[in-house]
C-alpha cells in the first residue's frame, strides 16, 4: 500500500514556535538567577541606608552638651531615618534614640556583620512573601564610621514594600530584556536553521511524490556548514536514486520481454525436442550421432528459459507451511540428485546423453539430527537445497558435507536459540574472485561456465522468504562452505 504524502506541519506545530517557546523559556530562567541575586542585594543596601541614616541621628544626640533633645525633635529624627530606634556604642557610654510607643517585642535579629550567600538569598526571598510587619533588629556597622558598631529598629512592612516594587521593576525589566533577547536569538536561529531546515523538508516532499522529474532535485547552494553539507548529500542521493529508478525502468521493461521470450522459447523449444527424439529413429547413422547433441543443447536452453522465467516473478509464491524433519529433507535432495550424474559443463562442451543416465558416484554427507523440525514450504527448500548442494558437484566435487553450527562438542543444541544454520561444504576448486563479486547478483554470479547465474539467487530468495539467511562462510581450493540460517519449529 502505498504511503500518504506527508504535509509541512502548521506553525504552532513546528520549530519555529517550539525555537520561540524555548528561547523565552531558557531566557526567563537565566533571569531568575539574576533576579534572586538581585532582591538579596536590594535587602542588604536597605538596611545599611537605615544604618546610615539611623548614624546620623545618633550623631545629632550626641552634639547636645548632655545627650538629651525634646521629644518631637526625636520623632522627627527616626521619622525622617525611616527606624523606630537607634542604639549607638561607643566605648565609654550608649546613645539611644526611640519612640515613646516603639513595641518592647523584637521579632527578628539580623546580623550584617555575619554575611553567607544562601543565607542572603533566602532571606531575600522571604521578604517578598511576608504579610506581617515583624519588628527587626538590625545590627551593623555603618559605612561614615566602620569602627562602631550600631543597632536599629525597623518594621519589616516598609521592607517588604520596598522589596516588592524593587521586585517588579527587576521582572519587568527582565521580560522586556529576555523578550528582545529571544527574539534575537530567534529571528537569528531560525533565519540560519529552521527556514533552511524547512525548504529542504519541502523540496524532499516535492522529491517524493515526482521522483523521476529532474527538476525535483534539489538545488545543494554554497553553504559550507552542516545544512550545506546535508544539502549537497541529499542532491547527490537524488540524483543516484533518479539513476536507478530509471535502470530499474528499463530492466522491468527488459524482464518482462525477456520473460515473454522465455515462454515461448521454452514451449517452441519443446517442440524440438520431441521432434530431435523423432530424429533418433532415423536410419541414417550421422542424423543419431548429432541427436544427442542437440538434445543436450535443447536441455541447457530449456534449463535457462525456466531459471529466467522463476527469477522473472516480482513476489516468490505463497508458502504452503507444513511441518518435517531437517534430515528428511535434505536425504530426497541426497536420493533425487544421486539418481544422475550432474553435467559438470566445465569446458562448455556439450554433455553426453549416455554419462548422464549413469547414477552420481560423488559423496553426500548427512551429518544432521532427527530431532530438528521445521516449518516452512517444502518444495522452496528443496528447491534451495537442491541448487545449493548441486552447484559443487557440477563445478567439479567429489564430495559434499551437510551438518550443523554449532559444532559437535557444545553442549548447547543448535535449536535451543529457534535458529539453526545448516553448513554445505564441498571438495571443490572453490569459487572464482568474479564469482564471489556478484555471488548473489542474477546472471552475473555463475562460478562455472554455461551457468546462469540463478541458481544461488533463487536459493537465497527462498531461504529469505522463509526469514532466513544464506551466505558464503569460506572457499579456496580446498572448496567452499555455505551456510543456510532458518528458523525451527519448537
Known amino acids: 500500500m502505498e504511503k500518504p504524502h506527508l504535509k509541512l506541519p502548521p506553525w504552532a506545530k513546528s520549530l519555529s514556535a517550539r ?28 538596611f545599611e541606608s537605615h544604618l546610615d541614616s539611623g548614624y546620623l541621628a545618633a550623631l545629632a544626640l550626641e552634639a547636645t552638651p548632655d545627650q538629651m533633645i525634646p521629644d518631637d525633635l526625636e520623632k522627627e529624627l527616626l521619622s525622617n531615618a525611616g527606624i523606630e530606634a537607634v ?45 506581617g510587619n515583624r519588628m527587626l533588629r538590625v545590627v551593623g556597622m555603618p559605612s561614615m564610621a566602620p569602627d562602631f558598631k550600631i543597632e536599629i529598629l525597623v518594621h519589616e512592612k516598609a521592607l517588604t514594600k520596598a522589596t516588592r516594587d524593587f521586585g517588579w521593576r527587576v521582572m519587568g525589566l527582565s521580560l522586556m530584556i529576555s523578550f528582545f533577547t529571544a527574539g534575537l536569538v530567534y529571528f537569528a536561529l531560525n533565519r540560519m536553521m529552521v527556514r533552511p531546515m524547512r525548504t529542504l523538508t519541502r523540496d524532499m516532499i516535492r522529491f517524493r511524490e515526482t521522483p523521476q522529474d529532474k527538476t525535483a ?35 522491468a521493461a527488459l524482464g518482462t520481454a525477456a520473460t515473454k521470450i522465455s515462454h515461448d522459447l521454452r514451449n517452441a523449444l519443446a517442440t524440438s525436442m520431441l521432434m530431435t527424439e523423432q530424429l533418433a529413429k532415423s536410419q541414417d547413422d550421422e542424423v543419431r550421432a548429432v541427436v544427442p547433441r542437440l538434445l543436450s543443447s535443447m536441455e541447457r536452453a530449456v534449463y535457462i528459459s525456466e531459471q529466467t522465467l522463476s527469477f522473472a516473478r516480482e513476489t516468490p509464491p505463497p508458502r504452503d507451511l507444513v511441518k518435517f524433519t531437517l534430515v528428511e529433507l535434505i536425504e530426497e535432495v541426497r536420493d533425487q540428485i544421486l539418481l544422475h550424474k550432474p553435467d559438470p559443463l566445465t569446458d562448455g562442451a556439450p554433455r553426453d546423453k549416455a554419462a548422464q543416465t549413469q547414477p552420481c558416484t560423488a559423496q553426500i554427507k548427512i551429518n ?29 566435487a567429489d564430495e559434499v558435507t551437510i551438518s550443523l553450527l554449532p559444532p559437535e562438542g557444545q553442549n548447547q543444541p543448535p535449536e535451543s536459540e529457534h535458529l539453526i544454520e545448516v553448513v554445505i561444504a564441498d571438495n571443490g576448486p572453490g569459487l572464482a574472485e568474479k564469482a564471489i563479486k556478484n555471488l548473489f547478483v542474477p546472471f552475473a554470479g555463475s562460478g562455472r561456465e554455461g551457468g546462469t547465474g540463478l541458481g544461488l539467487a533463487i536459493a537465497r530468495e527462498l531461504i529469505a522468504v522463509h526469514n532466513g539467511d544464506l551466505r558464503l562462510a569460506a572457499t579456496g581450493p580446498d572448496g567452499a562452505v555455505f551456510c543456510v540460517k532458518l528458523p525451527v519449529s519448537l
Open 19 to 46: 525555537l520561540l517557546v524555548l528561547t523565552v523559556s531558557f531566557v526567563m530562567l537565566a533571569e531568575v538567577f539574576v533576579f534572586a541575586p538581585s532582591v538579596a542585594r536590594f535587602r542588604i543596601d536597605w
Open 87 to 131: 542604639i549607638l556604642r561607643r566605648a565609654d557610654r550608649k546613645l539611644l534614640l526611640q519612640r515613646d510607643d516603639m513595641p518592647a517585642k523584637i521579632d527578628k535579629d539580623v546580623d550584617l556583620t555575619r554575611f553567607s550567600i544562601p543565607m542572603a538569598l533566602f532571606e531575600g526571598l522571604s521578604t517578598l512573601t511576608q504579610t
Open 217 to 251: 532535485v534539489i538545488d545543494p547552494g554554497d553553504r559550507d556548514d552542516e545544512i550545506g553539507v546535508a544539502r549537497q548529500e541529499l542532491a547527490n542521493m537524488q540524483q543516484d536514486l533518479q539513476a536507478m529508478l530509471n535502470q530499474r525502468r528499463r530492466l
Open 368 to 396: 544432521l539430527p532427527d530431532t530438528v523440525m521445521l516449518e516452512a514450504d517444502y518444495e522452496m527448500l528443496f528447491r534451495a537445497f537442491s541448487n545449493l548442494i548441486r552447484n559443487p558437484l557440477e563445478a567439479g
